[in-house]
């Protein structure tokens, strides 16, 4: 799998960002297109209504050549009632050369044919192909972290109304506020980004396990010193200088993802996967994770803080041979499911528990991607 995503690092780096994530094609052909078609009228598949309503039970992905992860990547997106009323809204392409390379349109079919198929699982390979074309490549094994960022990015390149596309974005991105303040002047600078994932390590700068998913994000919005060769360019000072970096929440979306770096590189370019027990929460309420100062939003946006635990990404085995499953609770029924290529079935909580991770289960199975939704979206 590819594992850099998930490396360890305390550098506060937003290496996530929307504006840096992974470059495609799509936008280029696109355009080529239009410019050889007539602008077509704009046409809805209204039939479907989100898998996740689980009308004809939940159905399973086959795997088609090591396509674990996005059939994972995939249950997550089509579970999720709000990203499926965005997507069952979106103007199909007009002609059959551009529908085999419309990521959002595929992903329809897809999930048209999971919704009113009475199959236990159907096949992706139709969707695939098509991002076969945009550098994810077939028969390999991916890393869930970066194919959820890549398959995002796609979706949202590839959608036509502007409305759909800042849907999109407020479903899912976070917003973080970065300072740095000189130690030597107090001289301060701020930069508002943007987020797919909270991408928090499980180590802290002493490569000390984190016990719980809370000490995780507490450690992820620490101030953090830049000294030595991190030092930063003051304007004031006209010089390098130590500077203090810390970071601010501003803005979460209704449906947040954390990824777990359970990958880190050791000596030699050799990757280490960290299996430690890692609790997390069903219930998630940043108000009582967060403190004062490691927040920059008004009372209002922060009463919506509270989150449920909605689906876990869950990696097994090695860093070089691994399987990824995905538990997911159902919106409707408030049970939870395993999705685990074309085999589904009803699990308990103490069965996601089990992703938690165990020191002595190296190649056992841990959370690597967390999804929350918002208990009382705005």
Not at 18 to 45: C, G
């Amino acid at each position: 799998m590819g594992q850099r995503s998930g490396c360890q690092g305390r550098s506060k780096t937003l290496e996530l960002t929307l504006s840096e994530t992974m470059n495609t094609e799509a936008d280029v052909q696109n355009n080529e297109e239009e410019a050889k078609e007539p602008k077509a009228k704009e046409q809805r598949i209204t039939s479907v209504f989100g898998v996740a309503d689980l009308k004809n039970g939940a159905i399973g992905l086959y795997n088609v050549g090591q396509t674990c992860c996005l059939n994972s990547v995939l249950q997550v997106f089509l579970m999720n009632i709000h990203f499926t009323g965005i997507l069952r809204r979106i103007t199909v392409p007009p002609h059959a050369a551009q529908q085999s390379k419309n990521v959002p349109y595929q992903m329809l079919l897809l999930l048209e044919e999971m919704q009113c198929g009475k199959r236990k699982a159907v096949s992706p390979i139709n969707l695939a192909w098509c991002l076969s074309g945009y550098r994810v490549e077939l028969f390999v094994q991916h890393d869930a972290a970066q194919l959820f960022l890549t398959v995002w990015n796609l979706i949202k390149r590839q959608m036509k109304k502007p409305e759909l596309v800042e849907e999109l974005s407020d479903l899912y991105t976070i917003c973080v506020q970065e300072h740095l303040t000189c130690q030597k002047c107090s001289f301060e600078t701020k930069r508002n980004s943007s987020m797919l994932t909270l991408p928090l390590p499980v180590l802290d700068s002493n490569s000390h396990m984190l016990k719980t998913l809370e000490d995780c994000l507490q450690y992820f919005f620490q101030p953090e010193e830049l000294t030595d060769h991190n030092m930063c360019f003051c304007e004031q000072c006209e010089r390098k200088t130590p500077f203090l970096q810390s970071m601010k929440l501003v803005h979460l979306p209704q449906t947040l993802t954390i990824h777990l770096k359970r990958f880190c590189f050791k000596k030699s370019a050799y990757i280490l996967k960290l299996s430690h027990s890692l609790p997390f929460p069903q219930d998630l309420d940043f108000n009582a994770v967060l403190t004062e100062n490691q927040c920059q939003a008004d009372d209002s946006e922060k009463a919506a803080w509270q989150y449920e635990l909605f689906a876990v990404v869950a990696h097994s085995g090695s860093t070089s041979c691994g399987h990824y499953c995905t538990y997911i609770r159902s919106l409707t029924e408030c049970k939870w499911y395993c999705f685990n290529d074309s085999e589904v079935c009803q699990v308990s909580w103490d069965d996601v528990k089990c992703t938690y991770g165990h020191s002595n289960l190296h190649w056992g199975e841990t959370a690597y991607l967390l999804i929350y939704m918002k208990k009382h979206p705005q």
